[in-house]
């Protein structure tokens, strides 16, 4: 003989109440006050890395390019040079390029590196990011990264 189920009890269907809803609400939020600010900082920390890593990589183009061309890029040329061959007839020749395969990137902030011909200490060049502030100095994650200028 067939046994029909009972009905589900009128607590049962009733779902949650909207106290519970903001019991919950205030402990995810609680917990992303906890956890948010970490999560950030170590966000920031991923640029930074990423920023150097970059720099490398520029420099390592830079290099790259000097040995085909014999230079590396005038000021005004910059690090466009690396990805547009020079209007230059006699160093278009020479230019083997383009050096980076993606085309420039920038910065993890998202601003251009910094580049100049003059010297940086043991390099023989500029390069440099401004930073998370995009502006020249700073300290921790707004100071400047790479080959700095030399005062």
Request: proline share 10%; charged share 20%.
């Amino acid at each position: 003989m067939y046994k029909r189920p009972a009905p589900p009890s009128r607590r049962a269907a009733r779902g949650f109440t909207l106290l519970e809803m903001i019991v919950v609400l205030v402990i995810i939020g609680l917990i992303m006050g906890l956890v948010g600010p970490r999560l950030f900082r170590q966000a920031d920390k991923a640029k930074v890395q990423t920023a150097q890593t970059q720099v490398r990589m520029l420099r390592g183009a830079l290099e790259t390019m000097r040995l085909d061309m014999g230079r590396f890029p005038s000021q005004e040329e910059g690090l466009q040079l690396l990805v547009t061959p020079p209007g230059d007839q006699t160093a278009a020749q020479r230019w083997q390029g383009p050096y980076l395969e993606d085309g420039l990137p920038p910065d993890p902030w998202g601003n251009p590196y910094q580049y100049s011909p003059r010297p940086s200490g043991n390099h023989a060049f500029t390069l440099y990011s401004f930073g998370s502030d995009g502006q020249a100095g700073g300290e921790g994650h707004d100071a400047d990264i790479g080959q700095l200028p030399t005062q």
